[in-house]
């Protein structure tokens, strides 16, 4: 095999088939992939590290398995590659930021280990927003990425180099992580599936914290049967992560066929209104359509404290942020700041030359938030808010299976546009955060295009712990669209 073409295509079963028959070696396939990626990563920007000795270890493991005719695993020589908040053990991890650019992490994120314990192949290390915050990728410390549907656009954020690298064909499924939609928003725009599962599904134990109640580990893939598999592989209870779910993991990828007929799908007012692209409003709503035709049921429901969600996502994200980073004072690890003459400015200088504007907007706004005097009017009263939040999906799925929504209010947008409007970059996340706030899971699958050729993603969001549910849906969308 040596069309780009057809390494971009190939498929988690597809690849684990071919290996298996001997049609090509794992170790052949690694490298096709790193010629996909040399072609095309300098226009996109997608990779901050490559890790080609770890990968060449691993695919000639499986070779190992093929050749001696014994059971190949579930991700058996699969290409993937990681979003830059994972730590990864003796590969640079930098999340981002000039504070880690050169941390050798001494042990393995959780779901990288299980992973690769899978059979996965790691081809490196992905582009993100510095401590994954942003929603275009434009605050990598190192460069932007770039859309593979369109260069001169972002890819979303923050892990915009995780959905390239799947839109572009240099990764059959990648991790991102997911603090208020950086896993759905960038599908969306890339054009690809994100899948953020339920807070606690996914062990965060490895990933670099942001907001620690906010963050998720979840999949990119071309299609939901590859998301569920990789999903399936990641999930369950893990003793390094205490806030991690001793909950049973269904086999996603057998509950996708069930029919989803009788099924309820709710569509809230909330979700459609100003602001709503309307090339965007009619790709979801055809979509919605599309789901009543498969026989679904369309309910209407309301989330009415979703008007408040902005607000109270940016006090949490920014107060949790606030707390997390304060490790990074240039003692222990990461950047020190040289020319320091006392232990005030060698904290000051250090924090200064190693983090972004964005981070430093961050960190101010939520030790603000946290400050004596501030704290009950901004982080207490948002944690009630985020209660409220929280009960009117409560409420919804009383009534529902499902919830529809758009992933995002418009299609991808240009480089350097919002960058310098920090509020309108943050409302492009105005239809994510609530399933953050409220650790629901969610999943973005493409549901169209617009005019200029730009993806439009459909959200659906599911119960706690229900993905299957919300799986099995999406994957009857998109056999159905397809």
């Known amino acids: 095999m040596t069309a780009a073409t057809e390494v971009a295509s190939l498929t988690i079963d597809g690849v684990r088939n071919a290996i298996t028959e001997r049609r090509f070696t794992a170790s ?39 050749d001696a005719g014994k059971p190949l695993p579930p991700l058996a020589g699969v290409p993937v590659a990681i979003k830059d908040v994972m730590v990864t053990r003796g590969v640079r991890t930098t999340a981002g930021s000039k504070i880690l650019e050169n941390f050798l992490p001494p042990y393995d994120c959780t779901a990288v280990a299980r992973m690769e314990a899978a059979g996965a192949v790691m081809l490196g290390k992905l582009n993100c927003d510095e401590f994954a915050m942003g929603s275009s990728t434009e605050n990598s410390a190192y460069h932007p990425v770039r859309n593979p549907r369109d260069k001169s656009r972002v890819p979303g954020g923050s892990s915009g180099g995780s959905a390239a690298a799947v839109a572009a064909g240099m990764a059959v499924a990648t991790l991102g992580s997911d603090t208020g939609g950086s896993i759905r928003q960038p599908a969306s725009f890339c054009g690809v599936v994100g899948l953020k599962p339920t ?13 620690s109640s906010l963050d998720h580990i979840g999949p990119f893939a071309r299609t939901v049967k590859e ?118 400015d060698m904290y000051r200088l ?70 310098n409007d920090p509020l309108a970059m943050y409302l492009a996340d105005i239809y994510t955060v609530t399933a953050n706030l409220a650790g629901i899971p969610g999943i973005s699958v493409p549901c169209g295009e617009n005019h200029e050729k730009l993806p439009i993603g459909l959200q659906l969001l599911g119960r706690h712990f229900d993905e299957a549910t919300m799986l099995r849906v999406a994957h009857a969308y998109e056999q159905a669209r397809n």
């Open 227 to 344: 998301a569920a598999l990789v999903l399936r592989t990641i999930a369950g209870r893990d003793p390094m992560d205490s806030t991690s779910a001793d909950v049973p993991v269904p086999d996603y990828v057998a509950e996708l066929e069930k029919p989803v007929k009788g099924l309820r799908v709710g569509v809230a007012k909330e979700y459609f209104g100003a602001g709503l692209d309307p090339e965007v409003r009619a790709a979801v709503e055809a979509a919605i359509q599309k789901l009543a035709e498969l026989g679904c049921a369309v309910v209407p429901v309301s989330l009415p404290h979703t008007e408040y969600a902005i607000p109270t996502y940016y006090i949490v994200a920014t107060a949790e942020a606030s707390s997390n980073l304060a490790r990074y004072d240039g003692v222990r690890y990461g950047f020190r700041a040289r020319g320091a003459r006392t232990l005030s």
């Open 350 to 419: 250090s924090r200064d030359g190693g983090f972004g504007m964005e981070v430093k907007r961050r960190i101010m706004l939520g030790t603000y938030a946290l400050s004596a005097g501030y704290y009950d009017a901004y982080y207490l009263k948002a944690q009630k808010v985020r209660t409220l939040l929280t009960r009117d999906f409560d409420e919804a799925f009383r009534k529902v299976d499902v919830i529809a929504a758009p992933t995002c209010p418009t299609p991808a947008f240009r480089l350097g546009e919002k960058v």
């Open 28 to 66: 052949a396939l690694a490298e096709e992939f790193y010629a996909q990626i040399k072609r095309e990563d300098p226009e996109i920007g997608a990779f901050l590290t490559l890790s080609k000795e770890r990968a060449a270890a691993k695919a000639a493991e499986i070779d190992k398995l093929a």
């Open 199 to 211: 807070y606690g599904r996914v062990s965060r134990y490895g990933l670099i914290a942001f907001a």
